[in-house]
């Protein structure tokens, strides 16, 4: 039985659907928000142990394009919540190495947020020991028809994938070799769905607040035990 991490055998890139928040807060008599107020707290033990376990690219499905729906009041307290984190934890970036970076249209979100997230992206360029990616206002099949759009504007007639790559919001990311969801909900939810194609799923009944090192670990575990054949047969 394996219980520790093989470290050549770990995945490059992990992606996360951090989901369970509510469930979380509800199950404890809270309002919502606190539920993601929790959820930052994860987070911050999820980057941590990304860091130790040396795996240097981190996904959060942080604000998807179909979370508009929800109550005003939860999404601002979400913006919040966001925008107090980049702000309050640019020190901290910097001393642990971690590279923040987004993916989505941030255009439609509020100019306090657009702003400190563009400072902390600018201040941490040149960290290297992980890259936080945080998908915010961000959908797959958006993903995928930006680029489409982009390649249009470039006049192009045909395109194979390592050009269209370049087009979507992720590039130049290495595509996420393994996918976790909490709560034990099993779909993708629009999540990254072209860099997902050949990525490892793993679902975990824990509810995102209560997410750490210790679920972190199994999961590469599991990734580890699986064999990887790309299509091929050997
Ligand atoms: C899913 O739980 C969670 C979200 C839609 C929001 C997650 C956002 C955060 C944790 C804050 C993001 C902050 C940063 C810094 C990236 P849910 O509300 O859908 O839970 P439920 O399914 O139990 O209702």
Redesign the pocket.
């Known amino acids: 039985m394996q219980k520790e991490i093989i470290s050549d055998k770990s995945p490059k890139h992990i992606a996360i659907i951090?989901?369970?928040?509510?469930?979380?807060a509800?199950k404890r008599g809270l309002p919502?928000n606190l539920?993601?107020k929790a959820?930052?707290k994860?987070?911050e033990r999820t980057i941590d142990a990304m860091i130790k376990f040396q795996i240097p690219v981190l996904s959060?499905?942080?604000?998807?394009t179909e979370?508009w729906k929800r109550d005003k009041e939860?999404i601002d307290g979400?913006f919040s919540?966001?925008r107090d984190?980049?702000s309050e934890n640019k020190d901290s970036f910097l001393k642990k190495g971690v590279r923040v970076v987004s993916m989505g249209d941030i255009k439609a979100f509020p100019d306090d947020l657009v702003s400190s997230l563009e400072s902390v992206q600018e201040e941490t360029k040149n960290n290297d020991k992980l890259t936080l990616n945080?998908a915010?206002n961000y959908g797959g099949r958006a993903d995928i028809i930006r680029a489409v759009n982009e390649v249009i504007k470039d006049k192009k007639t045909k395109i194979d994938e390592k050009d269209f790559e370049k087009y979507l919001y992720s590039y130049p990311l290495p595509d996420p070799d393994l996918v976790i969801r909490t709560?034990g909900?099993m779909r993708l939810s629009n999540f990254m769905m072209y860099q997902l194609a050949y990525c490892e799923l793993y679902f975990t009944p824990v509810?995102?607040p209560d997410f750490g090192e210790k679920d972190l670990k199994k999961a590469i575990i599991d990734f580890q035990k699986r064999e990887r054949r790309f299509g091929g047969n050997k």
Do not use: K
């Open positions: 951090m989901d369970g928040n509510g469930r979380w509800t919502r539920g993601h959820g930052i994860a987070i959060l499905f942080a604000f998807s979370n939860e979400i919540l966001v984190y980049l945080l915010l709560s909900e509810l995102w």
